[in-house]
């Protein structure tokens, strides 16, 4: 009889695709399933196996590549706005338009996940209350429940396409909608799947471009008619068109948008005006470094990366020891998802050379690239702004590196 070999369990599982509702939901169940790398002292690594050590070097691989995202400041913020928009909308027993939020912030800021995280959070408690069920269902109406929705718009987006995503979420069929069609078929998905919350990311694809813009806008107003609160998140939304153009109050932080004149009025303007009017923006802003509030918050930040990281040799102070929170500060602009590719890249270096532990000689031997984040659309302004550094030359170890080589299944009886 043969069994199946499953591999370590530190081996990822199937890809999960958030932008399905199956998809969603397994990110839910599973995404603090993750067991990272025990800690281990030099010397208890030292009495393993060498296949022990391969294997442990590959879960530490793992574990610096799968950090936790580390609540800040900034992203408790956001996430409060989000799940109170979303909670008064869904515990909401009047009919009519619910409040939305429009969360801005550049690229590698922690958008995402943050917003995610929140959704899950909402979902988890929404299904509890209604026993995993749809509290309105009706005869003859779909079984899926999805309290959440998360879409993502397409490069170069279009209001078909976006409804077109959304309705890849549900699974429905489109094949030779027109708009119309979609936008209907879109409000009697969102309903009879019993939708509170309507994610579109990378909503600043979609391009204001003036002979398309009235629609982009139509699709707007008729998703702010559903009954499912619209979080809309993106690069640069108070400028994007989706709003009338706004400034930033250097004071306050709160976006400022100018009267709209009686003379050369676009057909859109008040159409823009109404969207102020219901939604609510909140930035996700990065890390500052200039009081000594910024500091010890930045610190704080890095210290709780530090628990997470599986080096051998002195970890704690690793990231706030000395003048290394400056430094860290200086190579990544105060940007998470920057900060986070410069330490994942620092482990697995760290780890090569033996080293096991973070420096400022070790670190500047490297720099972090858009194609570190290939995922983000640097047509859309999505990519961060990676401070310029110009890498040092990396001490060569002798021989070829054998650290993450792994001789095959067999290893994996010896893992203990």
């Known amino acids: 009889m043969t ?14 695709d958030r932008t399905t509702s199956e998809g969603w939901q397994r990110w839910c169940k599973t995404r603090k399933a993750f067991v990272p790398a025990p800690v281990l002292t030099a010397e208890q690594y030292a009495r393993k196996s060498p296949r ?24 408790e913020h956001v996430a409060r706005a989000v799940l109170a928009r979303v909670e008064d909308g869904a515990f909401s027993h009047k009919a009519g338009t619910r409040g939305g939020v429009m969360v801005n912030g550049d690229g590698a800021q922690g958008k995402t996940e943050t917003v995610c995280e929140a959704l899950a959070i909402f979902e988890e408690t929404w299904l509890n209350l209604n026993n995993y069920m749809n509290p309105d269902a009706m005869p003859g109406t779909r079984d899926l429940v999805a309290p959440v929705a998360y879409v993502r718009c397409p490069v170069r987006a279009t209001p078909i396409s976006t409804c077109q995503r959304i309705l890849d979420f549900y699974g429905e069929d489109y094949k030779g909608m027109r708009l119309e069609d979609l936008v209907r078929t879109v409000k009697t998905a969102i309903v009879d799947h019993a939708t509170k919350a309507l994610v579109i990311d990378d909503i600043t694809r979609l391009k204001l471009h003036r002979e398309a813009d009235q629609d982009v806008l139509d699709l707007i107003r008729e998703m702010m008619s559903m009954p499912v609160t619209l ?52 930035d996700l802003d990065p890390f500052r470094y200039s009081t000594a509030q910024d500091m010890a918050g930045w610190t704080a930040h890095l210290r709780g990366l530090e628990a997470h990281l599986r080096l051998l040799n002195d970890p704690d102070g690793m990231l706030t020891g000395g003048d290394t929170p400056e430094y860290l500060f200086h190579r990544t602009g105060g940007v998470v998802g920057v900060l986070e590719k410069l330490i994942q890249h620092g482990c697995r270096r760290a780890i090569e050379d033996r080293s ?61």
């Open 356 to 416: 096991e532990r973070l420096t400022k000689d070790l670190l500047n031997q490297f720099t972090v690239t858009p194609g570190d984040m290939p995922d983000l659309d640097a047509e859309s302004g999505e990519q961060p702004n990676i401070p310029a550094h110009k890498p040092t030359s990396r001490k060569q170890p002798k021989g070829r590196n054998t650290v993450f080589d792994d001789d095959g299944p067999a290893a994996a009886g010896e893992a203990g």
């Open 52 to 75: 022990q050590q391969r294997l442990y070097n590959l879960h530490r691989l793992a574990t610096h590549s799968s950090l936790p995202i580390e609540a800040t400041a900034m992203s």
């Open 3 to 16: 069994h199946k070999y499953n591999g370590p369990s530190f081996l990822p599982g199937p890809p999960v």
């Open 231 to 282: 979080i809309l998140v993106g690069v640069g939304i108070p400028t994007s068109g989706l709003l009338r153009e706004g400034r930033r109050d250097p004071r306050t932080h709160e976006w400022i948008y100018e009267p709209i004149k009686d003379r050369g009025r676009s057909p859109n303007d008040h159409a823009a005006s109404q969207h102020e009017r219901r939604f609510q923006v909140v």
